[in-house]
């Protein structure tokens, strides 16, 4: 139980084109979703929190018109990188928050690798 | 001040001997601690949670943690080569904040 998918797993685009990544829990409802960024060689940087049906929560430094998140149902979350510029090339990895065991356990999706020309 | 703090390594074990992580935390009030395996390339995979003071065994992994201290640890017993990865600890701060705070990660290499 508790798997988290992520599609695509790797998507190459131009740059000033946008991309949407979406983030699914298959078998346990998730109010909580993740979203983390990692640059080779580095540590996760969290981005943002996703509640279901309400804003998402930025980290400091994270431009919310540039990544943005929606979580529309208690089993997806979506991120849409606007503008994409070769610096947004990174790996990009959601995790859900199973509340139905522990409260805090999150698991990870097998992340995003995107690459922009 | 860095909240969550692991030795970042490189953490070279031989073969079946026992592999020993450490990790420490500045928040008194954190009640969940998590252990992750990351081999490169890939996405954090959960592979410990603890709770309460003690020791918690699953299979080849023991994780440790000691409030008092301010400490957690994961011992994998027999190591295996395919142990070799990065162990991130995570630990969810105290006041209901539901981010996870995370270690830079130690790198542990298993030699055969």
């Known amino acids: 139980g508790a798997v988290v998918s992520q599609h695509p797993s790797w998507v190459i685009c131009k740059s000033g084109t946008s991309v949407k990544i979406e983030c699914r829990s298959l078998d346990f409802q998730a109010t909580t979703m993740f979203w983390y960024r990692q640059f080779p060689k580095q540590s996760l940087m969290l981005m943002a929190t996703s509640n279901e049906g309400s804003k998402a929560t930025y980290e400091q430094g994270v431009e919310k018109d540039k990544f943005l998140i929606n979580h529309a149902s208690l089993t997806l979350s979506t991120l849409t990188v606007t503008s994409a510029h070769p610096e947004d090339s990174s790996f990009y990895i959601c995790s859900a928050r199973d509340g139905g065991q522990g409260g805090e356990t999150q698991y990870f999706g097998p992340g995003t690798r995107l690459l922009v020309l | 001040q860095k909240e969550v703090e692991q030795n970042s390594g490189p953490l070279s074990v031989p073969e079946g001997a026992i592999a020993s992580l450490n990790c420490t935390y500045s928040d008194r009030g954190s009640q969940s601690f998590f252990w992750y395996r990351q081999y490169s390339g890939k996405s954090p995979e959960l592979i410990m949670s603890?709770?309460?003071?003690g020791d918690k065994e699953d299979g080849r992994f023991t994780a440790q943690l000691n409030k008092a201290s301010q400490y957690v640890s994961l011992l994998i017993r027999d190591s295996q080569p395919s142990d070799s990865a990065t162990y991130l600890c995570?630990?969810?701060?105290?006041?209901?904040?539901?981010?996870?705070?995370f270690g830079t990660g130690t790198r542990l290499t298993i030699i055969p």
């Open positions: 603890i709770y309460s003071n």
């Open positions: 995570a630990v969810n701060p105290s006041g209901g904040n539901e981010k996870l705070t």
